[in-house]
């Protein structure tokens, strides 16, 4: 099974700042790699695949790069409704999916 | 549009066997090449995969919990069914089922997610 750790556990940034989470899978997952964005009490919504590809609707301050096992999520100008807890997932290498512990990003 | 509702009862005893549905609409899963899963996420924690059913009805597991649970289709109602059997406190979370999509192969990832449906494994 493929181990997803990511890291900062928690982030503090201010509005307008560019946030930077990271991901790594404990062995390669080439870029089948998802990030996902979830809000209290509300389901997780898709913000990338195949590692740096925006999902429909996903506004252009969200990017992904990475591959093999580091992975990072970058906004760039956060928004107030950007504050959430984004897990990571791969897809690679399946059963089982396996989700990161997430990293929750809190206003600064 | 693709939406997907979870239901199924709020409150199950221990031992007992949890019976979830998800009802779907927006896609077909005899003839889309698509799959439906099952996730949960207990209070606070991250989230864990359970089980997926794709559209060639072939039916995947998660290791630790597979003796445990059984996932169906009914095609004819947009339905898709998950058995879990022998709940325990530990198995109280939110459960969630999400339509996956394929990248290339047979990789799915989850582009649409219900709301969720929370389940507490209580006497």
């Known amino acids: 099974e493929i181990v997803m750790t990511q890291s900062p556990a928690s982030l503090s940034v201010s509005p307008g700042e560019r946030a930077t989470l990271s991901c790594r899978a404990s062995q390669s997952v080439t870029s089948n790699l998802a990030w996902y964005q979830q809000k209290p009490g509300q389901t997780p919504r898709l913000l990338i695949y195949?590692?740096?590809t925006r999902a429909t609707g996903i506004p252009a301050r969200f990017s992904g790069s990475g591959s093999g096992t580091e992975f990072t999520l970058t906004i760039s100008s956060l928004q107030s409704e950007d504050f959430a807890v984004y897990f990571c997932?791969?897809?690679?290498?399946?059963?089982?999916?396996?989700f990161g512990q997430g990293t929750k990003l809190e206003i600064k | 549009q693709v939406t997907l509702r979870e239901s199924g009862p709020a409150l199950v005893k221990p031992t007992q066997t949890l019976t979830l549905t998800c009802t779907f609409s927006?896609?077909?899963?005899?003839?889309?090449?698509?799959?439906v899963s099952w996730i949960r996420q207990p209070p606070g924690k991250a989230l864990e995969w359970l089980a997926l059913?794709?559209?060639?009805?072939?039916?995947y597991y998660s290791t630790s919990l597979k003796t445990r649970l059984t996932i169906s289709k009914d095609t004819s109602k947009n339905q898709v069914v998950l058995t879990m059997t022998n709940v325990d406190p530990v198995d109280t979370a939110t459960y969630y089922c999400a339509r996956g999509i394929l990248d290339g192969g047979y990789l799915y990832y989850f582009d649409y997610w219900g709301q969720g449906t929370l389940v507490t494994v209580s006497s």
């Open positions: 059913i794709d559209w060639d009805d072939d039916k």
């Open positions: 997932q791969q897809y690679h290498d399946w059963p089982p999916y396996t």
């Open positions: 927006g896609f077909s899963l005899s003839t889309d090449e698509v799959c």
């Open positions: 195949g590692a740096s």
